[in-house]
């Protein structure tokens, strides 16, 4: 999940559960304002009441009688004060219910006993909890729609500014890694940002592809040149041993010996002239400007590998199209390519087995060549190193696959041909040649 | 027939003019381009054959005023530069023929007589093997008028073997020489010896083939 998305399922969840931790705990809170609220009004009516007994004395409210009560017109308020006997003292706020008039209410009440020139009184102060009510539910309302609004309008102005806050990073994301290509030739600028976090990594980001374009380029001009400065050596090696040969005063053991010299000596120029041939592709000396016939091509390396195949007793079926066109490509190298995939085909084959070349155009788009031997095959835990530079696969009779695939390879990623390999031990192998919709068209 | 080495690794020269004297040819050394220009206008040779790589000029240089002087030498690019665009230029600019290094000596006699017939026409194409009649340009080998069909391979093989007569080749040189580019060491070998032995089997069929010998721990020869 991309971290946007997180952050936006996040921040609208966590504000989501705060709206319903709110709904759950409004009617309560909203009682307690409101109760708490009743019972200051309570206390400043006492005060009031008592204030007014100090300065104009207790007959303000008694006007000669024994006792004082008042209430509102629907009995939502009321106010009482009588003489009481016994001087129990109380000053509590608490709900019960009295009769006002033969009607039974439920009130919240305020009890308070005091002294008066010698007499004990009681007041009692009273408001319904029905009229405290009635304030809950509007209250609770404009208190939920204030709420919502308010989270809504922050949960969008969150999302707004965690894209902006996070354009940067899907700047670098695909301007230094999903757009670009190994080696890294072309260089890139650093994205515009005022976070530090994504400064450092996009800077990270470009000095490690910078170090390995670097490495890559040291590596190609190092193969290069160590291939070119040990071409002489070898080549005086070479002649050197030759002459020696050409010795009649020789004597056998001596001989075999030269040949033995001669022969290693050789291996080691295949290896130097694999290695230089892989470093001149990678870097980019091969102009990729002509035109192919698969079919013709594949007939040539066939007719090539003539011998090798009439020797082995090897039948070759081939059924490509003549009518395929290749464009964008290096004729010498994807000779090669085709040559080294065809002569594995017979060299690992069995004799009197079968190499069956053919072709197939896939929704129109690419053109695959499959290469499928009647042969020893490959370990499936092989199957991922064969391509590899010196990582030999061995098969039964000891010898290794050696550089010839690194170098189809490497043809392959320079014309970012695709090789696919499919490959049952003991049976056979099958090396498919996908050539990118780009290279192909149907001519006549 | 007069050779110029011109070739700046002192050691390589010398073995490739210790090797061409034995089969017959004459040899001098130049170690610059300067040297060699002057000893081109000292008297013309048969044959250049020019290192590109050279520390006072490129090679390529002095190919292109040699064959303007000397029309008539034959030329060969020996090189471990190696670029294609380098072998193109060497073509263009009137080699003869382009060796990358390393090369084998006897392929560089192989392709100087290759040369050699080519200008000299048809002549002496035709060379008596035991009691059979190679004939070199057309690429046939006859008992009695008689045409011995030999692959294309086999051909190349015997008539390798035939210019290094008397010597034994190993079957990587054999290889190297019929596969060029595309050999590799013990897989090849083993072709060579089935080609060796279709050659034996197609021409004994007519006559003694004798002359074509296996040398033990090395490879073939012919001994004539």
Redesign the interface.
Known sequence: MKLLSKITLYTTLSKTVIVLLFILLLPGIVKDVTSQYTNYILKEQKKKVLDNIQKKGIDYYFEGDSSYGSYTLLKEEFIALETVRDHSPADSIFTDSRIVENDTLTYRLLDYTFEYKNKNYLLEIGKTVSAIDQYNRPLQKVALYTLAGLIFFTLILDLMFTRLLLRPLNLIITSKILNRKFPFKETILPVKTSTTDFKFLDQSLIDLASKIKETFEKEKEFTSNAS?EL??P???L???M??V??DQELT?MS??KV?GM??IL??L??IV?SL?LIS?IEND??VKTDEIKPYFLVEEVLN?L???IE?RKIRIVQSLSQYIVLTHLNR?LIFQLI?NLI?NAI?YNHDEGEIEITDQIINNESYVIHIKDTGVGIRAHELETIFDRFKKAVNESG?GY?L?LSIVKSIAQYHDIRITVQSEYGKGSTFSIHFPKLLTFAGT | MNVLIVED?K??AL??E??LK?AGYLCDLAFTGKQARQMMSDHPFDFLLLDLGLPDQDGLEVLKDAKKNCPETSYIILT?????EDRIKGLDLGADDYLP??????ELQSRMQAITRRKSGLNDSVVPLGDFMVDLNKRTVLFNGEEIEL???EFDLLSYLMLHKN??L?R??LS?HVWG??S????DSN?ID??IKNIRKKMMAYASVEWLQTV????YKIKI
Not at chain 2, 184 to 187: F, I, K, L, V
């Open positions: 070119h071409m002489t070898i080549s005086i070479q002649n050197k030759e002459n040969m050409m056998e001989r075999e040949v001669l022969s050789n291996r120029k295949k002239r230089l001149r000396q091969y090539e003539k011998d090798r020797l010498d040559y002569n060299r010898e050696g010839g | 690794e050691s390589m073995e490739m210790f090797f034995k471990a530069r190696g670029d294609l290094k390393p090369f084998s000596l006897l692959s294309r391979r010597r034994p190993t990587a040189q190297d580019d595309f590799e060491d013990d897989y072709f089935v080609h033990r721990g090395t490879g």
